[in-house]
Structure formats: structure tokens, C-alpha cells
């Protein structure tokens, strides 16, 4: 069974950094696809990134293109957010979760793990 914790949210200023992290144990497949969901009060859970193991090209949601990064490293089973140009609008409860599948996908229920997130709030 796969355990994911996620870590780094809290309390930014708009135009901000933070850096989440997602620390996995327990995998016993080497193929698979790690992402990132964020859920807002009363909203459903939105695809935020996602990344294969196979280091090909990670896929962004748009409204996060160019501002937030995706990156793992192997060797700790852990993955990365860099989330930079914070806004307001990214406040939200932020999920680590896997797939086991190499193919990336933006549909939550294609993902068998999930963590328990870390909350991230940007103020304005």
C-alpha cells in the first residue's frame, strides 16, 4: 500500500513562493504517474500538474502554466511543487497522489493514492 504526505503549505503573500513536497513509501511498482490537485472550499478537486516516471514532459493545468513547476526526485520518492507569482485564486487544500500507470492523466479517479494534503492560502 502506498502512503503519500504532503508538506510546505501555509500562509504567502500574493506574488509569493512556496514549495510543496509529497513524500511517498511503501510503492512496489516503478511505473507510475504522480500529481498534483488542489480543492477549494466548495469547488471540486481541480488537476494542478502531474509528472510520469519515465521524466517525460509534465503536464500543467493552465492557470498554473508557467508559474508552478513539477519535479521528483527518485532517489527520495518524493515530488516537488514549486508554486511561484502566487495568487489569491490558487488558495486551496493541495493533494499529492499517484497513479499506476505511466501515462499522465488530469482525472482524479484515475489515481489510486492519495495523501491528505496541505493547506496553502494566498493573501492578497
Known amino acids: 500500500q502506498v502512503q503519500l504526505v504532503e508538506s510546505g503549505g501555509g500562509l504567502v503573500q500574493a506574488g509569493g513562493s512556496l514549495r510543496l513536497s509529497c513524500a511517498a513509501s511503501g510503492r512496489t511498482s516503478s511505473r507510475y504517474t504522480m500529481g498534483w490537485f488542489r480543492q477549494a472550499p466548495g469547488k471540486e478537486r481541480e488537476f494542478v500538474a502531474a509528472?510520469?516516471?519515465?521524466?517525460?514532459?509534465?503536464d500543467y493545468a493552465d492557470s498554473v502554466k508557467g508559474r508552478f513547476t513539477i519535479s521528483r526526485d527518485n532517489a527520495e520518492n518524493t515530488m516537488y511543487l514549486q508554486m511561484n507569482r502566487m495568487k489569491p485564486e490558487d488558495t486551496a487544500r493541495y493533494y499529492c497522489?499517484?497513479?499506476?500507470?505511466?501515462?499522465?492523466?488530469?482525472?482524479?479517479?484515475?489515481?489510486?493514492?492519495w495523501g491528505q494534503g496541505t493547506q496553502v492560502t494566498v493573501s492578497s
Open positions: 509528472s510520469s516516471w519515465s521524466g517525460s514532459i509534465p
Open positions: 497522489a499517484e497513479r499506476i500507470s505511466p501515462v499522465t492523466t488530469r482525472v482524479p479517479v484515475t489515481y489510486n493514492y
